[in-house]
C-alpha cells in the first residue's frame, strides 16, 4: 500500500479546514496537552519539513531531549506567520515526503490524530476517507512506537461501527474508526464517542 498519496490527501483537506478557523480558535487548547491549535499546526508542518539528517541535528542540539527538539520546531516554524500562513505552509508542503525515522504510516497517523487534536477539541470531527482511517488503525494497533497504542488497547476487542473493522478479544469497545483511532493514541476525549464494556477499562490506562 502506498501511504503518501493518502498522507497528502489528509494535509491538503486539513489545510483547507484549517483556513476556515476564525482567529479566535487557532489560540484555544487541542487535544494534545499541553498545545493550542496553532501548536499543533506549527507541528505538522514541521514534521512535513524534517529530513532524517536535520532530524538527528536537532536532536543533537536539543541534548537528545525528544520533548525540546519538537518544541524548538514549533517555535522556529510558527516564528513571524500569520495563522492563515502556516495553513498555507500546510497546503504547500502536502506533498513533501521528508520525514524523520519511522515507518510512513505515522505521518499519516500524526496527520489524521493532529487533526482531530484540533477539531475534536472545537466539537466535532472532520469527514476521512474510511481506508486512511483504517490503514491508521491497523497501524496503531501493531505499534507502541511513542504513544504506546498496542499495549493501550491490550486484552479489548475494538470493532468498528462505520466499517467493517475490529481487532482483539476481550471487552469491547466500539464506535466510529477516527474515535478509536484516537482513543488507541490516548486522546480520553474521544472515549465520551464509545460504547462497551472496554470502555471503563481503556479509560483507566494511560
Known sequence: MDVW?????ERESLAGALSDLPPDDWNRPSLAAGWTVRDVVAHIVATARTTPPKFV???VTSGFSFGTF????IRETA???TDRELAGDLFACAGSRAAPPGPTATWLGETIVHGEDVFRALGGY???PVHHV???????KTSNLLIGSKRRIEGLRLRATDADWSHGTG???AGPAIALVLAMTGRKTALEDLTGEGVAELRARD
Do not use: Q
Not at 498519496?5 to 490527501?9: D, K, S, Y
Not at 519538537?70 to 520546531?73: H, L
Not at 483504517?134 to 496503531?140: E, G, H, L, P, W
Open 171 to 173: 471487552p469491547e469497545v
Open 126 to 128: 472532520r469527514d476521512h
Open 5 to 9: 498519496p493518502m498522507i497528502r490527501a
Open 57 to 59: 541535528a536537532g536532536l
Open 134 to 140: 483504517i490503514a491508521v488503525a491497523d497501524f496503531y
Open 70 to 73: 519538537v518544541e524548538k520546531r
Open 79 to 81: 516564528a513571524g506567520r
